[in-house]
């Protein structure tokens, strides 16, 4: 029988470990923002997302697409853009229920049919499906290219294939749609301004790492960025 390397056991035991924490950051928070463990339970969107978030934190705990990191250039990022990359997707989902426990901003559901709102609901839970398994499929094609911080790795290669083929960022695509199909899975647009932020802040870092690439890459990352849209393919090349 193959024995698993110590180092390897250690890193595995490492990421089950933060993936459990976040796990329970994550439910803590939308359990006080509906009422509590019992209204949790009994609310099947929101367990929903649960079984979601638990699913893709032990993908990234077992694959561990994130490789070593050899960085041979890194830039600055801007701390509000950073608190807000890490805040609002942890924070919207809970303030959408909170909002909707307390019936603020409920918007067009409450002029629905039950079965168009629950639509809606239940295509937001499947939003946050889609866009996890498109975040964590992007991290796994970057491997060690992928930071947190906007940098460049010694051997940097410019990676073209896969969903870069199409768009340059589908990893905060992904990031952007899980938030949205978060806040859309319970009744309430009190969340709907943080997914707003979310998209300034993450179209303030990508232009600053594609400023980093251009200068890296040269004629070759614009080429690369003339036939790609930043979150969404190209419709058009002009």
Known sequence: MPVTPAPARASFVRALFFTLVALLVEATLLALALGGVPVLLGHAPAL???AIWTASNFTLAVLRPVGPQDVAR????APLVMLTLFFVPLLATPLSALGERLGLATGPWGAL???????????GVALTAIGLAIRISAMRRLGA???PRIALQRAHALETGGLYARIRHPGYLGAMLATLGG???FRSMLAWPLVALMYVAESARARREEA?????FGETYRAYRSRTG????????R
């Open 48 to 50: 929903a997302l649960i």
């Open 74 to 77: 890194r830039v600055a990022d």
């Open 113 to 123: 049919p039950a079965p168009a709102a629950a639509a809606i609901v239940w295509s």
């Open 145 to 147: 290219r992928f930071s």
């Open 183 to 185: 806040v859309l899975a």
């Open 212 to 216: 980093l690439l251009e200068d890296h």
């Open 230 to 237: 930043r979150f969404l393919p190209r419709l058009s090349r």
